[in-house]
Nanobody, 119 residues
């Protein structure tokens, strides 16, 4: 069974870079044909898709966040990482890593990690 676990700081100062890592077990981020995604949920709001890194290594980002977002991977550790630059308090949210199939179904999620942007 695939398991995903987010890790990273829970508090980030405004203008800094938010960096989160998702560690995947029970499946390969390079050989299994899935899209390894980051999704967030701000307080009181719905889920917002941030972007993904595909099994091939290609990436795709939300247009509204593209200019500040990078998703990369460490294949030796079976991990993928989100970097969100120049954060503001509006980036405060619970951040999830999730696995999406080619049909767009999200069938595995991490438990989520709270990130607060505050000075």
């Amino acid at each position: 069974q695939v398991r995903q676990q987010e890790s990273g700081p829970g508090l980030v100062k405004p203008s800094q870079t938010l960096s989160l890592t998702c560690t995947v077990s029970g499946g390969s981020i390079t050989t299994d044909i899935y899209y390894w995604s980051w999704i967030r949920q701000p307080p009181g709001k719905g889920l917002e898709w941030i972007g993904y890194i595909a099994f091939s290594g290609s990436t795709r980002y939300s247009p509204s966040l593209k200019s500040r977002t990078s998703i990369s991977r460490d294949t030796s550790k079976n991990q993928f990482t989100l970097q969100l630059r120049s954060v503001t308090p509006e980036d405060t949210a619970v951040y999830y890593c999730a696995r999406a199939s080619v049909t767009g179904e999200y069938n595995y999620w991490g438990q989520g990690t709270q990130v607060t942007v505050s000075s």
